[in-house]
């Protein structure tokens, strides 16, 4: 079946212009999770959706960052007034969240670069 | 709070020779554990992860992990690696009480020499 698919692939953007990156999970998975990922850097997590609950925004570096699912499946990451330091690989990562099938499911990720 | 460590930035080994890749975690209460590899330009794919159960875990391409709860560790292993598993391992792990995320390592290169 389809796995977790992510747009644009790439996006090369001007310093201080909004940009969103989108996310499609796979069919059925409940819990959609955003990650960064920087040169030289682990996964750094970033927000968390489980089906109608509150998003944990916990990773979230600041308030220029900001998501929404809607329909408890697309997924949209909006970084407003972008910066330097906001260029990386945003992966996107869905789950069933059952224990035995925990596993999370990446997308092949958005490679964001901010001039 | 949770973190992961992964010793090594990279790994050499020769094609056929077994490897590891070391990983310790700490987390407050019990843990899950996973490993993911990441082939270039594409997106992390799932190994194996020790939910609970046997210490030693099997998972895809002839991977196995064994979790060692009093050295806190899951080192990842393969009796004879194949030039083709050259690639970036990470380490993850959740907290059974703890928040839904994943703890990822900062990644372990792994290069089999020919």
């Known amino acids: 079946g389809a796995g977790v698919s992510q747009s644009p692939s790439n996006k090369v953007t001007e310093k201080g212009k909004d940009v969103e990156l989108r996310c499609d999970p796979i069919?059925?998975?409940?819990?959609l999770y955003w990650y960064r990922q920087s040169l030289g850097q682990g996964l750094e997590f970033l927000i968390y959706?489980?089906?109608?609950?509150?998003?944990?925004k916990s990773g979230l570096p600041s308030d220029r960052f900001s998501a929404e699912r809607t329909g408890g499946s697309v997924s949209t990451l909006t970084i407003q007034r972008t910066q330097q330091e906001d260029s990386a690989v945003y992966l996107c990562?869905?789950?069933?969240?059952?224990?035995?099938?925990?596993?999370?499911?990446f997308g092949p990720g958005t490679r964001l670069t901010v001039t | 709070a949770q973190s992961v460590a992964q010793p090594e930035d990279q790994v050499n080994v020769a094609e056929g020779n077994p490897l590891t890749v070391k990983c310790t975690y700490s987390?407050?209460?019990?843990?899950?554990l996973f490993w993911y590899v990441q082939y270039p330009n594409r997106g992390l794919q799932f190994l194996l992860k020790?939910?609970?159960?046997?210490?030693l875990v099997k998972g895809s391409y002839g991977f196995e992990a064994e979790f060692n709860k009093s050295q806190t560790s899951f080192h990842l292993k393969k009796p004879s690696a194949l030039v083709s598993d050259s690639a970036l391992y990470f380490c993850?792990?959740?907290?059974?009480?703890?928040?839904?995320?994943?703890?990822f390592g900062t990644g372990t290169r792994l290069t089999v020499i020919p």
């Open positions: 990562a869905s789950s069933e969240d059952r224990v035995e099938t925990y596993e999370q499911y």
């Open positions: 069919s059925g998975h409940t819990a």
């Open positions: 959706f489980q089906g109608n609950s509150a998003p944990d």
């Open positions: 987390v407050s209460g019990n843990p899950y």
């Open positions: 020790y939910i609970t159960g046997d210490n």
């Open positions: 993850a792990v959740r907290d059974r009480a703890g928040a839904n995320n994943l703890f």
